[in-house]
């Protein structure tokens, strides 16, 4: 079951344990149907499963790849004991220099979300909002973070059981987004409207009518995985006679990796010419979000209805016995997305009362910033006024003591001589002969 670059996709829930691989388009007779007798491989090549730990996943995936012990038990393991932990027990096996490897692949991973997750612990916090740490821990329920060290039997289990969650929710989440762009898509438009004056308005009005009608205006869509579906795929993309389709040689051509099953990209791949009778990137009326969710509807409808062990693969005998039933030869009619709305106006309603109370909890926000703006405004004003004040008090200081006079020198008086105060002598004048006397100054 080993392709000759990968892991053969028998385990499409975990494509954590698959590589697909592209093929070179076969050579195909015009004039003739033949079964196709050869395949020529390129080298697999890795697809993005979308999971936002898809490099870390297919790392982990390729090097254990290398290590032929645990090839050799994938091999002989089936999809059940896969889910249930038996293959991750056999890491204990695998060579040292694989081990090394795995060590350093989860400490680059481990250093990677924790630094994703303070930029946005950071970000939330500082737009006030309130950071969900059971959200942000949940990041790392694929590996074990206790111990960012080592790559253990326990980081490869936690591996296979996120990656199979996550993966089966992965189509009701893009529902679910793809309903929310929808409604966001409406109510700007209804918010578009109320800016209009009436005339405005009923223009508006009416060339969204128009856009409508142009978009619902379109070929007869078949029904995906009918037998006038697919033979419309074999006449105008293979380029055979619809008089000679047959089911087992169109399974041979659009197997396009030869593993004998269809993946949901070469389901989705078949959908292409019923997409574009209705979807035209050129055309204003027509949204390419919708082409895509229009092409997930048609996969899974057509696994709904073939996929009977529920893998998310078509084996060709699942395929070929689907092609025996009524719904194929006499199908109901295919309602396309305008025909089914992607919400109600329940839904739409509650998604407006949400969004008008976000955005009052914005206005609210940037009230309080803007008062604490005021207030940091006017405290940054006071500590300028304070600053000025000293500034003038240390300059009036300085001012005065540049005019400061020096005082003169301090005379000492003696004792009178008869009634006269005489002058003391200064401090280093020479004391006189005895006999002599100093002048004393004449009244």
């Not at 590996?143 to 289990?157: C, G, Q, R, S």
């Not at 142009?214 to 579906?229: C, F, T, Y």
């Amino acid at each position: 079951m080993w392709g000759s670059g990968g892991l053969r996709p028998h385990c499409v829930l975990l494509v954590s344990l698959f590589v697909w691989t592209d093929a070179v388009p076969i050579s195909v007779d015009k004039t003739k149907i033949t079964p196709p007798e050869e395949k020529v491989q390129e080298a697999p090549q890795s697809v993005d499963t979308g999971l936002h730990y898809d490099r870390y996943l297919r790392e982990v995936i390729d090097f254990l790849e290398k290590d032929q012990h645990f090839r050799e038990k994938l091999h002989n393991t089936d999809m059940e004991d896969i889910k249930q932990g038996k293959l991750a027990k056999e890491l204990d096996f695998v060579s040292h220099h694989v081990r090394t490897k795995l060590d350093e692949l989860k400490r680059q991973e481990v250093s990677r979300l924790r630094t994703l997750i303070k930029a946005k612990q950071d970000l939330e916090g500082g737009k006030g909002m309130a950071v969900d740490h059971q959200a942000l821990l949940k990041q790392f329920e694929y590996l074990n973070h206790m111990n960012p060290h080592t790559f253990e039997v326990e980081d490869l289990d936690r591996l296979i059981k996120s990656a199979t969650s996550d993966l089966e929710n992965y189509d009701k989440e893009r529902h679910e987004e793809f309903k929310r762009y929808e409604m966001m898509k409406e109510h700007e438009r209804r918010e578009h409207l109320k800016t209009l004056d009436e005339e405005g308005r009923r223009r508006e009005e009416e060339h969204y009518e128009e856009l409508k009608k142009k978009h619902a205006d379109h070929p007869k869509i078949n029904h995906p995985g009918s037998q006038d579906q697919l033979k419309e795929v074999w006449e105008e993309a293979d380029g055979l006679d619809p008089e000679d389709f047959d089911p087992k040689t169109f399974f041979n051509l659009h197997d396009t990796n030869g593993d004998g099953f269809f993946d949901e990209q070469e389901l989705e791949a078949l959908f292409t010419k019923e997409l574009e009778k209705i979807y035209d990137p050129t055309n204003e009326e027509d949204d390419m979000l919708e082409m895509e969710e229009e092409r997930l509807r048609m996969r899974e409808h057509v696994m709904n209805e073939v996929d009977t062990d529920k893998d998310r693969l078509v084996s060709k005998e699942e395929f070929l016995v689907a092609t025996k039933k009524k719904e194929f030869l006499e199908p109901e009619s295919w309602e396309t997305l305008e025909q089914n709305q992607a919400y109600t106006e329940e839904e739409m309603r509650e998604f407006e009362e949400h969004l008008a109370r976000e955005e009052q909890d914005l206005k609210q926000k940037a009230d309080d910033l803007q008062k604490q703006k005021e207030e940091l405004e006017r405290q940054q004003d006071q500590l300028n006024a304070q600053k000025m004040e000293l500034q003038q008090a240390v300059e009036h200081m300085e001012q005065l003591k540049t005019q400061r006079v020096e005082p003169p020198p301090e005379i000492k008086v003696l004792e009178t001589d008869g009634g006269h105060a005489l002058p003391a002598p200064p401090e280093n004048s020479q004391a006189l002969p005895p006999g002599h006397l100093q002048d004393a100054p004449h009244s």
